[in-house]
């Protein structure tokens, strides 16, 4: 059994060149397909086939034995009649020991003669007076009992293992004595081994083969699923163009049709989702609102520039914090733990103490189980500011028309009360309506002109006009308001400066706003001037 062991072992080194030392252990092995399918399977053939040659050398064995028993139960028998008629059983010993020479050399084994009570008469192989009282043999007191017995034990004359077969010997009134036959087992044992390393050979022989044919089956089925395991590595490493030839049309053959239609559906899948990835990130990237998302236990997952911006955070440095360390804003850390708390959305307007910047915070569960949040940061800072603005431009316009509207007023009033009766008075109260209601005009356009320069569509219309063409109409449109304010306005633009190539009504404009704010901020008993000048540029 070692030697098959052992022949096993030979061929399934022999069987794979690439195997690798048995102190690598027992596990790598069994981390292979091929052993996994060939090794039970040897396993199996190594245990029948031990099993038959065990069964067989026993069964060959017993045969052996049995063969044994009955040819010495015939010869005993055939002893036994041949000296049934001799009457000296009686005696006390020495008379069939000639006798049991002679049948022994006849039938090469160990003849003995026992009478009645147990002496030993003779025997072809020891003396026969040194030899004890036989009646308590097994096989005699078998053959005293039955007629015939059968013993195989251990000889304490011989010395070594043997088989007896004793038969009564006598006639009608009783048991004249015993005749027995005896030969070693030994010579059984012999080709019974003989026999038993034939059919070790042959089991051997039976199991390298049966080795061989497991190893090339194995083998046949493992290298497509090995095949297959290097094209799915190469698709883990980025190759998703890779594909597997189907060799086959059983079931590893299906395995491999289907597994590439797998691969392209996958890669389809993962084109898809890279692009829209890209496109998220592109959204995330470039959007002005701030976006942040927090996992279940308040870390931070994502976070877009904008937000980083916001919060004054480096984006690298946010992620896997907290969110408290992330926003450093008790209203907006609120805010989030309400959403976080309670599963609902929440929003506020914030103003951040810093960078003078207005916030409106949304909070959003994103989920049931994970309770995670999205955390939208909306930079309304250039809204309010412009809303300010419009505030603060219609209070400014509310304060130049009521100006102008007074003084319509009054001089409607004073006209009503009797000015009329003094022509030269009543035609300057009406010039001083005039110039009223040009400025009303003036603002007017002024408005008209905002408006169009903010969408885009105010013209610039130049000509040849002179300086004083384009400051004295202001100027004077505004004196009244410096005289009423407690101002001097005085104004030195000589006539002898060069025409211009200008926008007169935007120029207009333009002194109209400088003057007007003069007057607004200068004290009253202040003095105003209004000059130009030729410039000199040296090059």
């Known amino acids: 059994m070692a030697g098959l062991v052992a022949l096993l072992s030979i061929a399934v080194v ?10 690598e252990g027992i596990g790598v092995v069994f981390r292979s397909l091929r052993w996994r399918i060939a090794i039970p399977y040897l396993i199996l053939i190594l245990l029948a086939m031990g099993g038959m040659a065990v069964y067989l050398s026993d069964l060959i064995r017993q045969s052996y034995l049995e063969d044994l028993q009955g040819k010495l139960t015939a010869e005993a028998q055939l002893i036994g009649d041949a000296v ?21 050399d006849l039938l090469s084994a160990r003849v003995t003669f026992i009478n009645a009570a147990g002496q030993v008469l003779g025997d072809s192989h020891a003396d026969w007076m040194q030899m004890d009282n036989h009646l308590r043999r097994p096989e005699v007191q078998e053959a005293l009992a039955s007629g015939r017995g059968t013993s195989t034990r251990f000889s304490e004359t011989m010395g070594y293992r043997m088989m007896y077969v004793a038969v009564s010997v006598g006639g009608g009134d009783g048991i004249d004595g ?81 597994f590439n239609q797998m691969a392209v559906h996958l890669r389809e899948t993962i084109n898809s989702l890279t692009e829209q990835q890209h496109q998220l990130s592109a959204v995330m990237n470039n959007m002005a609102d701030g976006v942040l998302i927090t996992d279940d ?38 805010l989030w733990r309400r959403c976080h708390d309670e599963r609902a959305e929440q929003v ?152 211009l190539l200008a926008d007169t009504d935007r120029i207009q404009q333009v002194v109209t706003n400088v003057v007007h704010n003069a007057i607004k901020f200068t004290p009253p008993g202040g003095r105003i001037e209004v000059s130009a000048s030729r410039l000199r540029v040296t090059r």
Request: glycine share 4%; net charge negative; aromatic share 4%.
């Open 178 to 258: 015993f005749a027995r036959v005896a030969l070693p087992v030994s010579q059984v044992e012999a080709r019974v081994a003989q026999l038993r390393r034939v059919i070790l050979l042959v089991a051997a022989l039976v199991v390298f083969g049966a080795a061989i044919l497991a190893i090339l089956i194995a083998e046949r089925i493992a290298r497509p699923v090995r095949d297959l395991t290097d094209v799915v590595h190469r698709m883990t490493d980025g190759d998703l163009s890779a594909r597997l030839l189907p060799t086959t049309h059983d079931e590893i053959g299906e395995l491999t049709r289907s």
């Open 297 to 334: 236990q308040g870390l931070v997952e994502l976070i877009n520039p904008a937000a980083a911006q916001l919060l004054g955070i480096v984006r690298q440095e946010a992620l896997g914090r907290s969110f408290a360390q992330v926003a450093r804003d008790h209203r907006i850390i609120d």
């Open 348 to 499: 506020e307007p914030i103003e951040m103490d810093r960078q003078d910047t207005f916030l409106q915070v949304i909070a959003t569960p994103l989920g049931e189980a994970d309770r995670a949040c999205l955390i939208i940061l909306q930079n309304l800072t250039r809204v309010r500011r412009l809303e300010t603005v419009r505030r603060d431009f219609i209070s400014n316009i509310s304060h130049e028309l009521r100006t102008p509207m007074a003084a319509l007023k009054a001089l409607v009033d004073t006209l009503r009360d009797g000015a009329l009766q003094d022509p030269p008075a009543a035609r300057r109260f009406l010039d001083r309506m005039d110039m009223e209601v040009d400025a009303l005009t003036q603002m007017v356009q002024e408005l008209l002109q905002l408006s169009r320069i903010e969408s885009g569509r105010a013209p610039i219309r130049l000509e040849r006009v002179s300086v004083a063409e384009m400051v004295m109409p202001p100027v004077e449109r505004l004196r009244p308001q410096a005289e009423r304010a407690g101002l001097v306005l005085s104004v030195d633009v000589p006539f002898s400066l060069p025409f």
């Open 14 to 23: 022999t069987a794979d060149p690439q195997a690798r030392p048995v102190t």
């Open 84 to 104: 049934q008629s001799i009457p000296e059983w009686e005696a006390t010993g020495g008379r069939f020991d000639g006798l049991a020479q002679h049948y022994a």
